[in-house]
Every structure is written in structure tokens, then in C-alpha cells.
């Protein structure tokens, strides 16, 4: 059982060099449906949840603002993962694919004009 919501447990989304935990109820609420409509339990790889402006390099962003998450999830999942991510509105999918690593970032945050288009699909 978790306290953000039914499934998802504070110290798992805390920052690693300060335990912050400052997530946003929307984004753990959407995250949560995704959760649901894949049947498989999930959380973020470490750092993957809740990062602090220290933590994140000095910037800001969607991790820093509580609306992102880096899902530790078997890669034969990202598939399905992924439609269900665009048909509940996640506004920021990355996709990571660098030496063999795969991962995936999923967000609800907003644009920031000419800093942050949303909606954004990228790969890093």
C-alpha cells in the first residue's frame, strides 16, 4: 500500500542526496491509471523520481517540479507502456537507447515557450 496513492510509496519518488519528496498529486493520480491499465507493479529507477535543484544539476524541470518519473520497467514492456502514456496524456516521453541502456522518462509538465515544448517526444 502506498501513502501518494494506492500503489506508489513516498520513499520510493524521494530525491537521493536530501529525501525531498515534493510530488505532484496530478501526476501521481495519472501515474497511478497507468499503473492500473498495465497490471504490473512499477517505480522509478534510482534518481528516477523526485530530484531537488542540487540533485538536478542547479535546473529546474519536470523531475524538480514532482511530474516526472524514469519507470523502472522490463523493456518488453515500453510498447505498451508507451500508448498507454500518450492516451492518458503524458505531455514529455523520452526514450533512452545509449550502449545497450535502455530507458524511458515519462512527464505531465507544461510548456515553457521556446524553453520547454510540450507536447515532446525525444530521445537522449
Known amino acids: 500500500m502506498g501513502d ?4 506508489f510509496s513516498r520513499h520510493e519518488f524521494e530525491c537521493p542526496c536530501c529525501g525531498e519528496c515534493e ?8 501515474l497511478q491509471k497507468l499503473r492500473d491499465g498495465l497490471g504490473t507493479g512499477f517505480g522509478p529507477v534510482k534518481g528516477g523520481g523526485y530530484r531537488c535543484e542540487t540533485y ?22 515500453y510498447h505498451k507502456t508507451l500508448k498507454a502514456a500518450f492516451s492518458l496524456g ?10 545497450g541502456k535502455y530507458q524511458l522518462h515519462l512527464d ?8 520547454r515544448p510540450r507536447p515532446y517526444v525525444w530521445t537522449y
Open 23 to 30: 510530488m505532484d498529486p496530478e501526476f501521481m493520480d495519472v
Open 4 to 7: 501518494l496513492t494506492k500503489n
Open 90 to 99: 503524458f505531455t514529455g516521453i523520452g526514450i533512452k537507447n545509449k550502449g
Open 56 to 77: 538536478n544539476g542547479g535546473k529546474t524541470g519536470s523531475h524538480s517540479e514532482g511530474k516526472a518519473i524514469d519507470p523502472n520497467l522490463s523493456k518488453h514492456l
Open 108 to 115: 505531465t509538465a507544461r510548456e515553457i515557450p521556446s524553453v
